[in-house]
């Protein structure tokens, strides 16, 4: 069985303002086991789904509480937000897994949501070779300017790989 443990909250932006603002953050305390989404963010906007993946929760953790079992490659979670009023998107999030969990992950937007019209940002990455270390994931996006003042954004957390964190 393949677990990964996701997410403690996700994007924060420069407002047209000029002012560091969060638009969404998710911590996923108050979800119970099955929970595919979608989630509706515990503060700003936006709503987080799982698509593949067989979800399990932990009630009562802080940041721990949103794991995955028998994940395959493609299989991601995906965040929904609208950007309207924002620039210099940035993400970030923390990340967890067991040692047969997925080994690598992408991070990839869109504007649609539709599969085919996501794009890669930055590399693959891994959670390294030990489980159960918590992993920060910060992405500054200010380069891709399409995030900006967007109604709606996708972003995805995508299983990119076959093999399991311990090989």
């Keep these: 069985m393949k677990n990964i443990i996701l997410l403690a909250g996700i994007l924060t932006s420069s407002s047209l303002l000029a002012q560091a603002d969060a638009i969404a953050d998710w911590n996923f305390d108050s979800l119970t086991t099955g929970t595919l989404g979608p989630i509706a963010a515990d503060s700003g906007n936006g709503s987080a789904s799982a698509f593949g993946i067989s979800p399990t929760a932990t009630a009562g953790n802080p940041g721990q509480a949103y794991s995955g079992s028998q994940w395959n490659p493609n299989d991601y ?89 311990n090989g």
């Design 77 to 165: 979670y995906q965040f929904q937000v609208s950007t309207v009023g924002f620039e210099n998107i940035a993400v970030s999030y923390d990340q967890e897994g067991s040692g047969t969990g997925p080994g690598t992950f992408i991070l990839e937007y869109s504007l649609t949501g539709n599969n085919g019209d996501f794009t890669q940002f930055g590399s693959d990455y891994s959670l390294g070779s030990t489980a159960s270390v918590w992993t920060s994931h910060p992405a500054d996006l200010s380069s891709a300017t399409i995030l900006n003042d967007a109604s709606t954004v996708y972003f995805r957390v995508v299983d990119n790989s076959g093999t399991a964190i």
